[in-house]
């Protein structure tokens, strides 16, 4: 069982990499808009909140954005 949760938080720390190196703003809020279709249907509570932390991490970051681009 450990083994999947390495994969897990490896995946985890990969999302937030790529999250954090989006400059696109469209292509990020359709990110966000297919995590949050995702999320609906998670049934694990684990994967669900680390979708939750992902989603946050991913508003914040277009918020970023937005205010650099000076929207």
Do not use: C
Request: proline share 0%; charged share 35%.
């Amino acid at each position: 069982e450990e083994d999947g949760e390495g994969d897990q938080d490896a995946q985890f720390a990969q999302f937030v990499k790529m999250i954090k190196g989006m400059k696109d703003t469209g292509k990020l809020e359709q990110m966000i808009g297919m995590f949050s279709m995702r999320m609906d249907q998670v049934e694990d509570a684990e994967e669900r909140a680390q979708m939750e932390k992902l989603l946050q991490i991913a508003n914040e970051h277009l918020k970023g954005l937005k205010a650099a681009e000076g929207q």
